[in-house]
């Protein structure tokens, strides 16, 4: 009798040809360098931010704008913040993809009724650059010259910095919440959290202040910033005025060690030439005749050391050192110039160098005293602070109205020069507003903001129609090519501010995911011993069928590029476990049926019928709450749910459709007939 039927060998070969790919790629790479083979060593399973180790970046959503906009009597002006919302995610999205990292996970979540944008951004190298790619607001922005000053600017500001300090009063604990909430992306309003120093270090302000408070506290009144000085964005450095709020976080009394930079005391006997820097225009030797003068003098030098400072006055040109015997006194480290500095610290005390050459001449040096470097121990404050930064500092430009929003396309064109430069393509709404613009400002300047940074200021000599602009002053080709790229990819609708970064070094993902394998490992050995030990051989077939789902869900993964995070191996375990009790349950009804005396082949299609709806009914509940976990659940639960929908439909094919497959082989052996075998009590 053909013990294989046509299915179950169907079911192994699959089996097989699957478990080529889901073999370890120790296994895998021993394969042939065939195109299948390559194929199937490159597929991998490609690990989540929590078992790879990487960063998770938080962003914040400032719709301050969009609200305002909405509030307004034009209804014609509101906007979705949902529409919103998900255009900013998907922009950062696109900007992610273009840093080629496998599998980013990138969605929004509600804080604190605050809308977030979540990028978990898995073995990402290098952190900084990615914070720099993927937080950067590239909104494009026109302004002009601000002719006069708003009065009352700095009264109002004053007025919303009081009513942050007053929230801030209220519940120091929530200090980082208030100092998230009012920062906005231009950085006129800036929170810093954590700052940190020793008392002597701090600023004029933060040193004044700091030593009178206790920690947890919040300072009562508003601090006049001074003493910080930006860089504005037309390159300008100004001090940066404005009102802080101060929190002092913790103050810790440290032992601090100072160093003292070893110094040398030298004298030294220089001979210029002609064009030496700083040489006197009495010097009208040459080069060659300086150095030949020097190495006559270093012999006169030598044979009387003790007479050095006689010498420096007869012969040194150097007219700060006269009259004291070419002392230089005490100097430090990077006083001099490097050579002199190097020659000097080399010797010891009482010797003469050889002849050093510098920009201003040839010299012979004698050190006469050394200073060691010192280091001593004191005890000083520590300090840990945080602030909210209400910025006043004046800014020259004022916003025409013409943003990104009226943006449609930018490309890289080439100037008269051949210089790059990025031609702007406004919407029908941006070019009017833009020749309407330039025709006001013909004869003024122009300025071009982009992410906050002027990139030009070009003057206008007539009006412009046709919707297009050019950036120019750009630079570069590779710098155009980016700028065109960045503004095309998508100007954000909303700034964006980080709120939170997050790092999971790669060692601890590491030990993760060795921890996970091992409990899995291991839970599914007790498993197999178990099904074994109890149901004997039809034990045996459901530890096979365990196996082939193994090498589905493994190969499912590999093929697809599922992210696999410890919440999913978490799901796929669960599944195991509902496999296994899908397989409880048709070999207590076949028990059952062999008890009563049917045929086995009769008892194991009896006990499937009876098992089925069973495991329907639990299997579909249980897929029905993977989809709302998905739908409602965070990035964790996600991960759960679709690896335990993946495992719950899996586990019911090799449930239902490889364990019978198995099973029907008996049919008609002797071994069909041994109650032993099987489980079941004898009649």
Known sequence: MKRFSKGLT???????LMAVVAMPDSVKSKLPSDPVSTWAKNQKITLGLDLQGGTQLDYRIDLRKIEERNADDDESNNVVVRDIVEGVRATLERRVNGLGVSEPNI???????????????????????????????IQLEFK??????????????????????????????????????????????????????????????????????EAGQVYGKLVENSGDFIVTPDRQIKERKGFLILKLDAKELRDKTEKTDGEVRASHILIAYEGA?????????????ASAEVRKILTEVQ??????????????????????????NFFGKGTMTPEFESAAFALEVGAISDVVETPFGFHIIKVTDKKEPVETTVKENYYTYSEILYDTTPDPWKSTGL??????????????????????????????????????????????????????????????????????????????????????????????????????????????????????????????????????????????????????????????????????????????GMAVDANILIFERTKEELAEGQSYIAAITTGFERAWSSIRDSNVSSLITCVILWFFGNSIIRGFALMLALGIVVSMFTAINVTRAFLKTLNGTNTSKNRFLLGAKKL
């Open 10 to 16: 169907i079911i192994i070969i699959g089996a097989l």
């Open 107 to 137: 969605y929004t979540s509600d804080v604190a009724g605050e809308k977030h944008v979540i990028v978990e951004l898995a073995g990402i190298k290098d952190v900084e650059e990615a914070k720099a790619i993927v937080g950067k607001t």
């Open 144 to 213: 002009e010259p601000k002719t006069e000053e708003d009065p009352d600017a700095l009264g109002k500001i004053e007025a919303e910095a009081s009513e942050t300090l007053k929230k801030a009063l209220a519940d120091p604990d929530k200090f980082e919440t208030v100092g998230q909430n009012v920062q906005t992306s231009d950085e006129k309003i800036l929170y810093k959290g954590a700052e940190e120093g020793w008392e002597s270090e701090l600023a004029v302000k933060q040193k004044e202040i700091l030593p009178t408070m």
């Open 277 to 289: 820097e700083r040489a006197a225009e009495s010097v009208t030797r040459t080069k060659e005749e």
């Open 303 to 328: 044979a009387d050391p003790d007479n050095f400072g006689t010498l420096a006055e007869k012969y040194s040109d150097d007219p700060t050192a006269a009259g004291k015997g070419g002392d230089l």
């Open 403 to 576: 943003d990104g929003s009226h943006f449609k396309s930018a490309s890289v064109t080439y100037d008269q020069i051949g210089a790059p430069q990025v031609a702007i393509q406004f919407d029908d709404e941006g070019a009017n507003l833009f020749e309407e613009l330039t025709d006001r400002l013909v004869n003024q300047q122009l300025a071009i903001f982009v992410g906050g940074e002027l990139i030009s200021a070009p003057r206008v000599n007539q009006k412009i129609i046709g919707g297009q602009a050019v950036i120019t002053g750009i630079g570069s080709l590779q710098t155009a090519l980016q700028l065109a790229n960045d503004l095309n990819t998508g100007a954000i609708d909303a700034p964006i501010i980080l709120s939170g970064q997050y790092t999971i070094s790669a060692s601890l993902g590491e030990n993760a995911l060795q921890m996970s394998l091992y409990a899995g490992l291991i839970g599914l050995i007790v498993l197999a011993l178990f099904m074994i030990l109890y149901y004997r051989l039809l034990g045996i077939f459901a530890v096979l069928a365990l196996l082939i789902y193994s090498v589905i869900v493994i190969f499912i993964l590999k093929t697809t590029g599922i992210v696999m995070t410890l919440a999913g191996i978490a799901g796929i375990i669960l599944s195991i």
